[in-house]
C-alpha cells in the first residue's frame, strides 16, 4: 500500500518509523534537508525535498496512487490545503494534523470533510485526553480505552507491598481474585514482555497489564490493593495550547488552577476558559 506523508518532523518521522515496521510504500516529503537525510539513513522509505503543496511535488510523490495521504507538517492551514490537494488529484484517504480543537467538531469538522480532508487528527487533543484519563484513574500508570470506552487496559507496576507478589496467576484465580471479568494480558518484566500463564509468578517491579470493563475498574484497584485517591483540586502550570486543553477538559470536573508567566496569555486564557482560575 502506497502512503504519502507530507512533514518529516516528530510526528511524521514516528508514523513513517511505524508504517516502515508493516513493509508499507512510504513516501516523506519535507522542505527540511536534513531531517528529510536522517529519515533515509534510517527508515526504509523513499524522501522527496520539496513543498508538498506544491502540485509538481505531489505528482513527484505520485500522490494518485496513494491509498493514505498524511499531511502532519506544524502548519494546520497548509495541513489542510495539502491534504485538499492530495484528494484532488487522486489519494483515496486524506488526513490532516490541526491545532484548533474546534476543527475536530461539528460545524468545522464536517465542512473540511466536505472539501476533501476525510480525517483531523490534533496531537495536543490526544495528549490532553490521555492526561484526563489518567487523572480520572490515577491508581494506574497507563489507561487505554477501546469499544467507545466500555473496556480499559490499564497498566500498573507491582511494588513490595502488592498482595499479587510471589504468586502464580493459579493460586491467586482460585483464592477467588478473579471475582470480576479482569484478567491480565501481559507483564512487562525489564526488557521482556511475557503473555501471562498460570504458572507464571509476578515479580516486585514488574509491570502488569489487565484488560476490565470500565465499571470493574473499582473492583480490580480494590484487588490489586491499590486505593483510589480522591482528586478535587488540579493545578497545571503553564498555559501553552496544551495546558489551555486540559484545564478546557478537566474544569467541568475539578477545581483547576492555571498558572502562565505572560499577562497577554493569561488575560487570553481567563476569557477562554469558563471554570479555571488563571494565575499570573
Known sequence: ??????????????????????????VLIDTNKDVLDYAGTHLDVLTILGDASSEEILEAAEVQRARLFLAVTTNQHTNLVMAQMAKQMGARQTIARVSFPEYLEEPWLGFFQRTGVDSLISPRKLAALEIQRLVRQCSFTDVLEFEEGKMVIVGFTLDEHSPLLGKPLRDITHSGFYQGHYRPIAILRGNRTIIPHGDTVLRFNDHVYFISPREELEKLETQIGRKQVDVKRIMIVGGSGLGYETARLL????????????????????ELLNDTLVIH
Not at 251 to 268: I, M, P, W
Open 251 to 270: 474544569e467541568q470536573d475539578y477545581q483547576v488552577t492555571l498558572v502562565e508567566r505572560d499577562k497577554d496569555r493569561c488575560r487570553l486564557l481567563s
Open 1 to 26: 500500500m502506497k502512503i504519502v506523508i507530507a512533514g518529516a518532523g516528530g510526528v511524521g518521522f514516528h508514523l513513517a518509523e511505524l508504517l516502515s515496521y508493516e513493509d508499507q510504500d512510504i
